[in-house]
């Protein structure tokens, strides 16, 4: 039988997504919502469709076993999964792929990789499950290096230890999330982050990029689930030591999550663990007005009841997922425990709710001892919706669509102001730009002294301006959300798309002192050139 395969240009399996009939549905329907003509539906691209420039190195003999040069394996590490680079793939635009894919299997390989990368003046780019959305794992001007290697994580793909007195793990960085979740399951455990891209990204990619997860409130960064890391660097491994907390000076781990893979090559870490949750609730609460709605949240999140799901979507988001009517505000509430019932907490949270207008179906929110609260009603439908986004986001771009996501994060007192503000710079970017256009917006994260908001464009553009109309709509974006006074990403990592608002976010002192790291570790610069810094 023929091995399951992921696409080289876009998300997901090869055989996934919506079919052509589905896709033709869409095309009316964004015709109807938009005021638009009814959208032309572009042929996906093959692999014999694309034509790669020859590579410029060879691996010596000791790596040839671990490494690729074929044109499949150098288109599907070429992009991550962004608008731009699906644009780029969809339209059949490889022009500066990686020279060699390498594939190690062990962390020893992974030093003799980054030995050769060094020693040879190769660009080296640590590579999970490529979903990257901010140019994360994309080559360098192709006359920076002598050539580029792109380094797939993908056989460090174990659970090597288990200490069950500590409820941790130690696992190698390659692992993607269903395969790590597979194999903590039997012991009773999970690592419990859930990122959209959790089917596609790993262990190390999340650790990397300082991957937020499903869950929006107490736990929601990998921060808080690494206990210690292991990092090949060019110029030897970095073993930070296993410790519940120190306070002993800052933190060698906290310098590498969130580094990107620019100043070394995450090959494993020990991570905190939970036990499975088995009892659930669930309740999908209609609000009048979104801003009644982030009282709501705010309330929630400022009252020790720590929720593990609490999305509140505008009406249009509650529209576009079927969470909604398109009238009203939905706020979606949920709770897990391995330990307890869920009953008192989620009264409680029902009665802040109500506090500012809120309303749930008679019975919603009750305790169960399975999975299905979580699949139920609007809940359901925005948990479905939600896992489909990527693959409705490649279909929109085949029909000359602008489908893009930004999100980011601001303080309480802030907040009514900030989104009126991002809302009219983006809508009226959409106007001038591409004519017509739609925002909405959803509260992913909650914390008691802010809030991460999510938003989402739609829109048509310009014949032949799809990447340069994205570009103005990113661009407006970007300095909406730090002129009123948020941050460039909350969750989405820095990578080349968000480096030059990054650039002027983070102090200048620090940016100093991240710079003295990076020459001390990769003196030659080749660790994933341009992400980040430098």
């Not at 014999?48 to 671990?66: G, M, S, T």
């Not at 000359?400 to 930004?406: K, L, R, V, Y």
């Not at 938003?455 to 909406?480: C, F, H, M, N």
Request: with cysteine; glycine share 12%; aromatic share 8%.
């Amino acid at each position: 039988m023929q091995a399951r395969r992921r696409r080289f240009w876009g998300w997901g399996w090869e055989d996934a997504g919506p079919s052509a009939e589905q896709q033709a549905r869409i095309a009316m329907l964004l015709a109807a919502r938009l005021g638009v003509d009814v959208p032309k539906i572009g042929a996906p691209p093959r692999i014999e469709d694309v034509a790669l420039r020859a590579p410029r190195v060879a691996p010596p003999a000791a790596l040839a076993r671990l490494c690729a040069t074929d044109s499949f394996a150098r288109a599907s590490h070429t992009y991550g999964k962004s608008f731009r680079d699906v644009v780029r793939g969809f339209t059949r635009d490889f022009a500066n792929p990686p020279d060699v894919v390498a594939r190690p299997a062990t962390e020893a390989d992974v030093v003799a990789v980054l030995d050769w990368c060094a020693g040879a003046g190769l660009a080296a780019i640590p590579y999970g499950g490529g979903s990257s959305v901010v140019g994360g794992v994309e080559a360098p001007a192709a006359d920076a290096f002598a050539g580029v290697v792109s380094i797939d994580l993908g056989g460090l793909d174990r659970v090597l230890e288990i200490d069950r007195a500590s409820r941790a793990a130690r696992i190698a960085a390659g692992v993607l999330g269903p395969a790590l979740e597979d194999q903590l399951r039997p012991h009773g455990l999970t690592l419990r982050h859930f990122p959209q891209s959790f089917e596609f990204s790993s262990l190390g990619g999340w650790i990397a990029t300082r991957s937020g997860g499903h869950y929006a409130t107490l736990f929601t960064h990998i921060d808080e689930f690494v206990e210690a890391l292991r990092i090949v660097t060019p110029t030897g491994i970095v073993a930070t030591r296993r410790l519940p907390a120190s306070g002993a000076g800052p933190s060698p781990d906290r310098l590498f999550i969130g580094s990107e893979g620019t100043l070394g090559i995450i090959t494993e870490a020990w991570m905190r663990l939970q036990a499975r949750p088995t009892f659930r609730a669930s309740a999908s609460v209609t609000l009048p007005t979104f801003a009644a709605g982030a009282a709501a949240v705010r309330a929630l999140a400022q009252s020790g009841l720590h929720p593990t799901n609490c999305r509140l979507l505008d009406p249009g988001e509650a529209l576009t997922s079927g969470a909604g009517t398109g009238a009203e505000a939905v706020l979606v509430v949920g709770f897990e425990s391995a330990d307890h019932g869920l009953d008192a907490p989620m009264a409680r949270a029902l009665e802040c709710c109500r506090d500012h207008g809120g309303s749930a179906p008679e019975g919603a929110g009750r305790t169960r001892r399975d999975e299905e609260g979580a699949r139920d009603g609007a809940a359901g439908a925005w948990r479905q919706a939600f896992l489909d986004m990527p693959y409705l986001r490649d279909a929109l771009v085949g029909m000359g669509m602008i489908s893009e996501t930004f999100e980011t994060a601001v303080t309480w007192d802030r907040f009514e102001a900030f989104h009126a503000g991002v809302t009219e710079a983006v809508t009226g970017t959409l106007r001038r730009v591409c004519g017509a256009g739609i925002v909405t917006c959803r509260l992913t994260h909650a914390y008691a002294d802010g809030v991460a908001p999510y938003y989402t464009v739609l829109a048509p553009s310009r014949p032949g301006r799809q990447l340069a109309d994205w570009a103005e709509i990113k661009r407006a974006a970007a300095e909406a959300l730090l002129a009123l006074g948020g941050t460039i990403t909350h969750h989405h990592a820095v990578g080349r798309d968000h480096r030059p608002w990054y650039d002027r976010e983070r102090p200048d002192g620090f940016a100093r002192a991240l710079g003295a790291v990076k020459a001390t570790l990769d003196p030659r610069g080749v660790l994933n050139p341009g992400v980040l810094i430098g």
